[in-house]
């Protein structure tokens, strides 16, 4: 059976440290943890460039989506009932929104629009302030599901706002509330905050930071952060967080094996996203753990229960890849081999009669506007290192990728370069529901919805009435499908988002 060898681990996470030092820029901090407690703690770079303030590991800084795992812990320890439709649990939802299951709703599984990314299509920035009633608002506006729930892994976080939601509607307390009181007192993180926004003071709070180009420039996200991401701490107090988790202690007893049970999909094949953790394979070895983005934040907590250890690393810096460096630690850690990159055919693909495509490009895939790295999966094809996005990918004979995209199985065909942008896209499209427009020109450019950003953008033609535009606001870019249906209308899709309907106006 493998060791673990947490020095090991300690002298990478010094390495990657330095690095971040050495430059002089943004960095972070890196604990390494068991079920005793914080084994080894690396920081380097800063948390604030303009007072030139270091990293250290007891820096707080925004958690992002490492904060579902806290959500889903505090919903059981609460007594929701997984099975419950979201109807039951928050009044006035959509029919199809009602209808679909907690649990389906936390895993990834339930098809629910995400809120942010549906803002963006219609063209508010996700730096816009935006309140928790308004959003939720949003969310009883929202026109349905993306498909049945159950079927694909798409990630959303709509399904842990309306958690949120859910306390308010029917407990006598609040979710702060309750996830203070059930779990993070009890466990000793009351250091760990819970604010509501960005405005919201957080003491010590490190900056977030992208780069231009240029400059370093802020990161910046304006929505209520809701249950999905709205958590801040140190390093350290996230590895507490780890060490508790293993250890099972008190509230957090038989909560790792809970939150990380299997949740297959309709045909048995395995979901990689449970319930605000997910599974990886390092060379044979069982990790769990979940990651965080935010502008400028990256986060990741990796854990090895049969090893009773774990990384929790959290960075300042756009450009860190956190479940790479993590797998780094870890891989140190047990002595295990770490993924070897892989690629396939470069150029543009697309499935007959779907809304799904992807770009490869070298070593890297985007699916519907979700990018990650390839590596090889052993068995002549290759895979991502699911973060966000669980593919298992074989090149064909004849030019075609085939294989499994969040648990579907697809077949993509190669974009002939040739194609040319179907004349019936071309036109001015509204939205009644949201009383917005996009335009498509015979310049093969678009003018998609929204006042900001309201640029004009090129677009990659598809076989069959689709089109692929591309729009850019900070480090985050999306890439939304313009898909034109057999009744006439016209759909703007993205991964997490598949409900904008378009008739001509």
């Given at each position: 059976m493998t060791q673990a060898d947490l020095?090991?681990?300690?002298?990478?996470?010094?390495?990657?440290?330095?690095?971040?030092?050495?430059?002089?820029?943004?960095?972070?901090?890196?604990?390494?943890?068991?079920?005793?407690?914080?084994?080894?703690?690396?920081?380097?770079?800063?948390?604030?460039?303009?007072?030139?303030?270091?990293?250290?590991?007891?820096?707080?800084?925004?958690?992002?989506?490492?904060?579902?795992?806290?959500?889903?812990?505090?919903a059981l320890l609460a007594g929701f009932d997984l099975a419950s439709p979201l109807g039951a649990l928050v009044p006035d939802l959509p029919e199809s929104l009602a209808a679909v299951p907690l649990e389906h709703a936390l895993g990834m599984t339930g098809a629910l629009p995400d809120v942010m990314e549906t803002l963006w299509l219609l063209g508010l920035p996700y730096t816009a302030s935006l309140s928790e009633s308004e959003l939720l608002a949003l969310c009883r506006r929202l026109p349905g599901t993306g498909g049945p729930p159950g079927v694909e892994m798409a990630y959303s976080n709509t399904g842990w706002r309306l958690v949120s939601a859910a306390f308010a509607a029917g407990r006598a307390e609040s979710y702060g509330q309750a996830l203070h009181r059930l779990l993070l007192e009890p466990l000793g993180l009351g250091d760990v905050a819970f604010?509501?926004?960005?405005?919201?003071?957080?003491?010590?709070?490190?900056?977030?930071?992208?780069?231009?180009?240029?400059?370093?420039?802020?990161?910046?996200?304006?929505?209520?952060?809701?249950?999905?991401?709205?958590?801040?701490?140190?390093?350290?107090?996230?590895?507490?967080?780890?060490?508790?988790?293993?250890?099972?202690?008190?509230?957090?007893?038989?909560?790792?094996?809970?939150?990380?049970?299997?949740r297959p999909f309709p045909d048995s094949a395995e979901n990689f996203y449970r319930l605000g953790l997910s599974t990886l394979d390092l060379d044979g070895l069982a990790l769990v753990g979940h990651g965080g983005s935010l502008p400028g934040v990256k986060t990741h907590i990796l854990m090895a229960p049969s090893l009773g250890c774990?990384?929790?690393?959290?960075?300042?810096?756009?450009?860190?890849?956190?479940?790479?460096?993590?797998?780094?630690?870890?891989?140190?850690?047990?002595?295990?081999?770490?993924?070897?990159?892989?690629?396939?055919?470069?150029?543009?693909?697309?499935?007959e009669g779907s809304e799904a495509w992807a770009e490869v490009e070298g070593e890297t895939?985007?699916?519907?506007?979700?990018?990650?790295?390839?590596?090889?999966?052993?068995?002549?094809?290759?895979?991502?290192?699911?973060?966000?996005?669980?593919?298992?990918?074989?090149?064909?004979?004849?030019?075609?990728?085939?294989?499994?995209?969040?648990?579907?199985?697809r077949r993509l065909l190669p974009v002939p370069e040739a194609t040319a942008l179907d004349p019936a896209l071309r036109g001015r499209w509204q939205n009644?529901?949201?009383?917005?427009?996009?335009?498509?020109?015979?310049?093969?450019?678009?003018?998609?919805?929204?006042?900001?950003?309201?640029?004009?953008?090129?677009?990659?033609?598809?076989?069959?009435?689709?089109?692929?535009?591309?729009?850019r606001h900070g480090p985050w870019r999306a890439r939304p499908l313009l898909w034109l249906q057999p009744d006439g209308s016209l759909r703007l899709v993205s991964h997490r988002s598949r409900v904008l309907v378009f008739r001509r106006g």
């Open positions: 020095s090991r681990g300690a002298t990478v996470a010094a390495a990657i440290a330095d690095a971040w030092s050495r430059e002089g820029g943004p960095g972070g901090a890196i604990v390494l943890f068991d079920g005793q407690g914080p084994r080894g703690m690396a920081a380097g770079g800063f948390a604030s460039l303009e007072h030139r303030i270091a990293f250290t590991p007891a820096m707080p800084s925004r958690w992002a989506s490492i904060s579902k795992q806290f959500c889903a812990a505090t604010p509501e926004d960005e405005a919201t003071s957080v003491p010590g709070l490190a900056t977030p930071y992208w780069h231009d180009g240029n400059n370093w420039r802020r990161g910046r996200y304006g929505m209520h952060f809701s249950p999905s991401g709205g958590l801040a701490g140190s390093a350290e107090a996230l590895a507490r967080w780890g060490t508790a988790l293993l250890a099972g202690q008190g509230p957090a007893a038989s909560m790792l094996t809970r939150l990380s049970a299997p774990g990384v929790a690393l959290i960075s300042n810096r756009e450009d860190t890849d956190p479940l790479w460096l993590a797998l780094r630690v870890m891989a140190a850690i047990s002595g295990r081999a770490l993924p070897q990159p892989a690629s396939l055919p470069p150029g543009l693909y697309a499935e895939i985007s699916f519907m506007g979700v990018g990650d790295r390839l590596f090889t999966d052993g068995a002549g094809g290759v895979r991502t290192l699911p973060a966000y996005l669980q593919a298992t990918l074989h090149a064909m004979p004849d030019g075609a990728i085939e294989g499994r995209v969040g648990g579907v199985v009644d529901a949201f009383g917005l427009s996009l335009e498509v020109r015979a310049d093969g450019t678009a003018l998609l919805p929204g006042i900001h950003p309201r640029d004009t953008c090129m677009l990659r033609p598809l076989p069959n009435g689709r089109a692929v535009a591309d729009r």
